[in-house]
């Protein structure tokens, strides 16, 4: 059920989307840089000696935070070979963008590797059930992957039916006084968000399922990607729990 990671990757082959620091002190830069807020991002909790089932896990950087502060971790993703979620519509042209998937699956592998992680591998349909070998899970974090899957209430009952204890959330989640979500499926197929989800919205989604937010946190990763000089963007991390 679990996939090996490939191993002895070049560099070339690989492309970040998180900056990652490595064993030997080096830094590789990537897309968006969480190493100063990882803690944050990860909504302040305890990971030590938790199942955690990390939740569109890209490039992995925060499996393997959460491993080195004792958690074993599932990275959760999409199978190989598959895109985001794109609209459909005469024309559109589906598979354009599974290598650069692939690269960012290969700067998975090369960490796993260099670091010697035990992190499993899962690779799936987001939308289908996990399976039941895949068991149960102490928690769940969603790293900015809601507003890109065109279902993320399907998403979030899909995982969280497996979570015992706790999930973290983390997207803009504009504020509470916002006037309701908006679809914000760009113009064109590859602007791949889906859904600009405010605060009360995903609020009210969880709390549908029997959980509720107990925590929030502004959180200000870096993005380095598109821009000519990095800036901090303003996310909100929410811990959410269930009710008892
Ligand atoms: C913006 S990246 C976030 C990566 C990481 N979780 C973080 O917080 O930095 C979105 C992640 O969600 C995954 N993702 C997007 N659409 C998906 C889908 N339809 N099914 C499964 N995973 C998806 C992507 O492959 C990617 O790893």
Request: aromatic share 14%.
């Amino acid at each position: 059920m679990f996939i090996k990671p490939k191993k002895a990757l070049s560099l070339k082959e690989c492309k970040f989307y998180h900056s990652v620091p490595l064993p030997d002190s080096s830094i590789i830069t990537g897309d968006w840089d969480l190493t100063k807020c990882a803690d944050v991002y990860l909504g302040n909790m305890d990971y030590a000696n938790k199942r955690v089932i990390d939740v569109g896990a890209g490039s992995g950087f925060l499996s393997f935070f959460m491993e080195q502060k004792g958690a074993s971790v599932v990275s959760y993703d999409m199978p190989d070979g598959s895109y985001w979620d794109v609209l459909k519509y005469p024309g559109h042209q589906p598979a354009m963008h599974t290598k650069a998937h692939e690269e960012y699956y290969n700067a998975y592998d090369y960490t796993h590797e260099k670091m010697n992680s035990k992190c499993k591998i899962y690779r799936a349909d987001i939308y289908k059930d996990l399976p039941e070998e895949l068991g149960e899970f102490d928690a769940a974090i969603f790293g900015t992957m809601l507003s890109h899957v065109r279902d993320p209430m399907l998403v979030l009952m899909n995982i969280l039916y497996k979570v015992k204890e706790f999930a973290v959330l983390i997207n803009p989640f504009v504020n509470k006084d916002h006037n309701g979500s908006t679809f914000y499926p760009g113009q064109n197929q590859f602007e791949r968000v889906w859904w600009n989800i405010d605060y009360s919205t995903i609020e009210r989604m969880v709390n549908s399922i029997g959980w509720h937010i107990a925590d929030s946190y502004d959180v200000f990763p870096i993005q380095n990607v598109n821009l000519d000089v990095p800036k901090k963007q303003k996310y909100r991390s929410l811990v959410i729990e269930r009710y008892s």
